[in-house]
């Protein structure tokens, strides 16, 4: 039997097809916990009927604590030997843990780790570890575990979601997180289950949907200078002297703090404005080409900012961002600017931004004008 563990706070108007597209699996022999964790009272009573619909189903009402703790009070009731989960506002297709079983079964492995969409709107991109298919010990992931040395790609996607854990392990790990980690409490349970495990297999297999709503979109920069980061890298930090691999993976998490500090508190490089891109002189004019999560995070530091004025806002799927009322135009726009300074790429995939470069060389932008994260930043 698979438990499967689904974390929800307030999401209602998304429950019905994240539960639904569970209860609707293939394999059948699933265990699925719906943890409350303090949601309304009409998010609550619809787990509840939930539960009267499939007997399946176990509910569980905590006052709120955030996903880790959620994650953990359903892991303490899971009767499976092998624990998935699915957040409350996504969804899983019908033949997700069938395959993920599946893999399992062939190889007797430990944990299995699986690829996944990433929607937005209609369109899904899919995301895979940097690791083809096929059976791994820890001491094959080790090298290239965290940073798959390209800024910023990982070897093994740190995704909770995607993978298939053997409780045992989970026993160890997940309890061991501070519910207090707030930016990277996937990583703090991922990579240390990856140490404890004997056998990993990366699947050919893609089901999961992570879906950026509307209400996600646009998270707050944390402004604070301090680092919010202290107690996830002490976790980590441990799990990887426990294990005596320190040696090998402080590097790659040096790497990993730059990039959550730059994804989440740009702030932090204010020495000169955007350091991570070389610095952008004070009056320049710049676009900003993409919209995601670090295009609206730059764009929000920016506009605060004023040291830099911001010409022209570009995205290839910018009617789906002006949807979400975001001032997002069509990136043949830039032809018609008169004057800039620079375009700022806003991504963090090193392979992604080369493409979007590519882009703009062939639209006729001068590549000198194209900034990146600088070959100092990304340097290990």
């Given at each position: 039997m ?7 706070y307030?999401?209602l108007?998304?429950?019905e ?12 022999d ?11 009272y ?53 033949y997700y843990?069938?395959k993920m079983?599946s893999?399992?079964e ?6 299995v780790s ?9 369109d899904?991109?899919?995301v895979?570890?940097?690791f083809?298919?096929g059976?791994?010990t ?12 390209r800024?910023?790609e ?6 909770m979601?995607?993978?298939l854990?053997?409780?045992?392990i989970?026993q160890?790990?997940?309890m061991?997180v501070d519910?207090?980690?707030v930016i ?13 495990a004997?056998r990993?297999?990366v ?7 992570y879906v950026?709503h509307?209400?996600?979109?646009t998270?707050k ?20 002297k426990?294990?005596q691999?320190?040696h090998?993976l402080e ?13 989440y ?8 404005v955007l350091?991570?891109?070389?610095g952008?002189a ?12 670090l295009g ?9 900012k ?8 570009t ?16 990136p043949?726009?830039i032809?018609k600017?008169?004057e ?8 963090t995939v ?5 493409m979007i ?13 194209i900034?990146w994260f ?7």
């Amino acid at each position: 039997m698979i438990s499967v563990i689904v974390p929800i706070y307030n999401t209602l108007e998304y429950l019905e097809q994240c539960v639904g597209s569970i209860i609707n699996q293939t394999y059948r022999d699933l265990e699925i916990i719906l943890v409350d964790d303090g949601s309304s009272y009409l998010c609550g009573k619809a787990c509840d009927d939930y539960a009267l619909r499939d007997s399946r189903i176990k509910v569980l009402h905590k006052e709120n604590g955030g996903s880790t703790s959620a994650r953990k009070a359903g892991l303490e009731i899971a009767g499976g030997e092998f624990v998935g989960y699915v957040d409350g506002d996504d969804w899983i297709e019908p033949y997700y843990y069938e395959k993920m079983v599946s893999a399992q079964e062939k190889t007797g492995a430990d944990m299995v780790s699986s690829g996944h969409f990433h929607d937005l709107g209609e369109d899904g991109r899919i995301v895979k570890d940097n690791f083809p298919p096929g059976i791994y010990t820890r001491e094959q992931l080790l090298p290239t575990l965290l940073y798959a040395g390209r800024f910023f790609e990982y070897g093994i996607q740190p995704h909770m979601v995607t993978k298939l854990f053997k409780k045992e392990i989970l026993q160890k790990t997940q309890m061991r997180v501070d519910n207090r980690i707030v930016i990277g409490e996937d990583a703090a349970v991922v990579y240390p289950s990856l140490l404890e495990a004997e056998r990993i297999v990366v699947a050919d297999v893609c089901g999961y949907h992570y879906v950026q709503h509307s209400d996600s979109m646009t998270k707050k920069e944390r402004e604070e200078k301090e680092d919010i980061y202290g107690l996830l890298f002490a976790h980590l930090e441990k799990a990887c002297k426990e294990n005596q691999v320190w040696h090998i993976l402080e590097p790659q998490l040096q790497q990993y703090r730059k990039y959550l500090r730059f994804l989440y508190q740009i702030s932090y490089f204010d020495e000169r404005v955007l350091v991570p891109y070389g610095g952008i002189a004070p009056g320049s004019k710049v676009i900003l080409y993409g919209a995601g999560v670090l295009g609206q995070k730059m764009h929000s530091y920016l506009m605060r900012k004023k040291e830099i004025s911001i010409v022209l806002w570009t995205d290839q799927k910018y009617e789906i961002y002006r949807e979400k009322g975001l001032v997002v135009d069509d990136p043949k726009e830039i032809l018609k600017v008169p004057e800039y300074d620079f375009v700022l790429i806003a991504n963090t995939v090193q392979s992604t931004a080369e493409m979007i470069r590519r882009y703009l060389v062939d639209k006729g932008v001068e590549n000198r004008k194209i900034l990146w994260f600088s070959e100092d930043f990304r340097r290990v």
